[in-house]
């Protein structure tokens, strides 16, 4: 146990402000992340007694559902958590998005310029902190303490690298780099590497998941072992760690969990040595379990689930061609604005790459060809619609308009923006999948509903919420007719929104269930624990994760909880 003393200071230039005239009994903070560790898969197998350590932390300690940015969290999750903002203020919901100026696919890393994460804030105030592959974070040079960017992390920009710069280094020395999420980048940095690895052909084979599987495995031990030695280096003041092995098996393996998943096949889970996902989240409760006993019993344990996993069942690989259909359908009339001439290559573009990737050609080889499609071809289409898909990963289609005023190129008049997001929720709401006789969409959602927007961001216009009990492959509706697109990706798991938070440590009463926190509270909770306000943030502090309750566990409870806020209804 450690004691701190803090004189009276104020730092209005950095935004810190802190208050402190007695002693303040402080213990460390450790923030065990689990990306896309799906919480209601995790809890069936606690229950089931298949997750001991996570089982005990659900048993002593409290749990709160953690709410994530609608329709953008799949991208903006992590993002949120670092800057304790949201995404019309951090920018960043996907690492692919059409530029506005050329209507072009750019891969788009996240900047957060001028945003300081809360954790670097938490840092200049004094604390020590270790910091270890959050997702999307940036390095920050000057850390008071040690950051690990992209060691082992399901999504990547940067690269591996580290502060102080030979710590990364030192780790691979003796730990090794991650055996799936550590392989160098096939094309480019972005792409995630489980996505490529121990994959030769268009899907893997039962040898090959095999292998991935294995890979998965082995990297949360040695993250395990990684967060361990940090813990044993010094007395940390805050820890923040996360396992990406489930995001990646999650998105590679969901079929050989799934059984109602077309794909699924017992012998092969048998081979696997049963269900593959089981076996990975067994594995990385293993490691929560070697983490929280380095970390000492006077450590606050935050065990973040920060979003789920679940059948990649969507329609977002035929969106871009049933927006061509319906744009074609309503606008066909008016001259330049109707299916370009290239529209029977975009048509065949889909085949052209299943073709590809079952004769083997190289993936680098495929990128740069689609690359330069792009260019040439769907920017073009892009600029003569009225409407285009705006890149949002895949759980929520996005769909931008071609506004007047924002797009260079923009045909949709700013009064008519009212009529032609309604016209397209009509449309899409039409829409059959034809395996099923069920709707193919179960909502069209404006953005503008749910975020503030600004004529400069990237967000889409509209979020398409798929019907995903089922795979969406043949569709047809009166004004598009009939379209077959087989999804021809890999990935067979994909997001479900919902996260969980569970807190263990002095103060918070076993069994305990707190109010829903939202994803950027999370970090000015932490931050305001050790007493430091974060400055011109959206977060704001959950007062019973704040504050300290170690005397009366029960005021918790009772403490003021603000409302859920709609953040678009500040504009």
Known sequence: ?????????????????????????????????????????????????????????????ARARVCNPFGLYVGAAWANFTTCLRPDRHGFHCWNRIEIETYRHRLSPPRFDGFPTFWKTVADSGRRVAIVDVPHARLEPGLNGVQVVEWGCHDRHWGLCSWPPGKAKEIVATIGTHPVLGIPAITHEDFAPDDYVHRAG??????????????????????????????????????VGIFGEAHAGGHQLWHLHDHAHPRFDASVAERLGG???????????????????????????CLLMSHGMGPHHDGVHMLDELLSRLDSHHFGSEGRRSVSASAPLRAAIPGLRRLASRLGVPLSIRERVGRLLDERTFSTARARQHYFLEPNNYVYGGIRLNLVGREPDGCVAPEDFD?????????????????????????????????????????????????????????????????????????????????????????????????????????????????????????????????????????????????????????
């Open 419 to 571: 009529r032609v997001c309604a016209q397209l929720e009509e449309d899409l709401l039409e829409l059959v999948n034809l395996d099923t006789g069920r709707p193919a969409v179960r909502a069209v959602i404006r953005s503008d509903t749910r975020h503030r927007r600004s004529p400069r961001d990237v967000m889409p216009d509209l979020f398409v919420d798929w019907n995903r009990e089922a795979p969406i492959e043949r569709v047809s509706s009166p004004k598009i007719g009939i379209l077959h697109s087989p999804y021809d990706g890999w990935r067979t798991g994909d997001h479900r929104d919902d996260g969980l938070l569970i807190v263990h440590g002095r103060g918070f009463a076993a069994g305990s269930e707190y109010p829903d926190i939202d994803m950027e509270d999370i970090g000015a909770s932490i931050a305001a624990r050790f007493d430091v306000a974060l400055g011109d943030i959206d977060g704001r502090p959950a007062d019973w994760l704040a504050r300290n309750h170690e005397k009366d566990p029960a005021a918790c409870m009772s403490s003021a909880i603000p409302e859920r806020r709609n953040p678009a209804q500040a504009l």
């Open 1 to 61: 146990m450690r004691w701190w003393s803090w004189q009276r200071c104020r730092t209005a230039a950095d935004g810190i402000e802190r208050t402190k005239e007695a002693p303040l009994q402080k213990s460390p903070v450790i923030v065990i992340g689990l990306d896309a560790f799906d919480p209601c898969t995790a809890l069936g197998f606690a229950e089931d007694g298949q997750l001991p350590n996570i089982a005990r932390l659900l048993e002593n300690g």
């Open 275 to 301: 269900d593959p996902i089981l076996t990975l989240y067994r594995a990385v409760d293993a490691g929560v379990g070697e983490v929280v006993a380095k970390a000492g019993p006077d450590a606050l344990i």
């Open 202 to 239: 268009a899907l893997r084979t039962a040898q090959e998941e095999g292998k991935l599987l294995d890979g998965l495995i082995e990297g949360a031990a040695a993250k395990a072992r990684l967060l361990s030695d940090l813990l044993a280096d010094e007395e940390w003041d805050l820890v």
